[in-house]
C-alpha cells in the first residue's frame, strides 16, 4: 500500500506564488511517476503535471506550462508543484498521484484558492 499527504496549500492573491508538497510513504519502491491534478467546482479533475520518477522528465497541460514547475525528490519520496503568477482560475482541489507498478494512488487533496 501508498499512503500520500499533501501539504502547502491555501489562500493566495493573484499574481502571488504557492508551493505544494505531496510525500509518499509505504510500498513506493517501484514508483513509475508522480503528478498533479486539480477538480474546480462543479468541474470533472484535470491533469496539471506529471514526472518520470526515475528519469526526472516532466510533462504539463499546455495551459499552465511556464508557470507551474514540478519537481521531485526520490530520497524523500515527495513531489513538488511550485506554482507562480496565480489567477483565479487556479483555484481547486490539488490532488497528488502517484503510479506504481501499474497501480495508481491518490492523495486526499489541498485547496488552493487564489482571490483576485
Known amino acids: 500500500q501508498v499512503q500520500l499527504v499533501e501539504s502547502g496549500g491555501g489562500l493566495v492573491q493573484a499574481g502571488g506564488s504557492l508551493g505544494l508538497s505531496c510525500a509518499a510513504s509505504?510500498?513506493?519502491?517501484?514508483?513509475?511517476?508522480m503528478g498533479w491534478f486539480r477538480q474546480a467546482p462543479g468541474k470533472e479533475r484535470e491533469f496539471v503535471a506529471t514526472?518520470?520518477?526515475?528519469?526526472?522528465?516532466?510533462y504539463y497541460a499546455d495551459s499552465l506550462k511556464g508557470r507551474f514547475t514540478i519537481s521531485r525528490d526520490k530520497a524523500k519520496t515527495t513531489v513538488y508543484l511550485q506554482m507562480n503568477s496565480l489567477k483565479p482560475e487556479d483555484t481547486a482541489v490539488y490532488f497528488c498521484k502517484m503510479s506504481v507498478l501499474g497501480y495508481e494512488y491518490w492523495g486526499q487533496g489541498t485547496q488552493v484558492t487564489v482571490s483576485s
Open positions: 509505504g510500498r513506493t519502491g517501484s514508483t513509475t511517476r
Open positions: 514526472i518520470w520518477w526515475n528519469a526526472g522528465s516532466t
